[in-house]
């Protein structure tokens, strides 16, 4: 079989999936969907505090060479495109963030703020 760098990563996601549902969601204000035009829209499974991340997501930003002291804002994990099936409801079972720099094929999103979709 062969290892490749997006199997590490991919692999490397699975305790933020065991850490998402053992941290509290988080208490930074939502925007309405409306408002956010940093971006598209991201549905993550996993999302902390830029000042506060768990070890397991500063080892995975540390592998993708993001220098994790000037981050700001929230850090989204394991992240797809939002879609809105009609306004206030989406395919989302998870955070629903918007963030500024979603270029990192939905492994983290950074610079997130938590939306809802119901604004």
Do not use: W, Y
Request: charged share 5%; net charge negative; glycine share 6%.
């Amino acid at each position: 079989m062969k290892f490749t760098i997006a199997s590490a990563l991919a692999l490397s996601t699975l305790p933020l999936l065991t850490a998402a549902n053992i941290l509290p969601r988080t208490t930074t204000p939502t925007i309405p969907a409306s408002q956010c035009n940093t971006g598209d829209l991201q549905c993550c499974l996993s999302a902390q505090e830029s000042d506060a991340l768990t070890q397991p997501l500063r080892s995975l930003l540390e592998l993708l060479g993001i220098n994790i002291n000037g981050l700001t804002g929230m850090v989204g994990a394991t992240c797809s495109p939002l879609h809105i099936i009609v306004p206030g409801f989406s395919d989302c079972t998870a955070q629903t963030l918007c963030c500024n720099n979603n270029s990192f094929s939905g492994i983290v999103a950074l610079g997130c703020v938590p939306v809802n979709i119901n604004l």
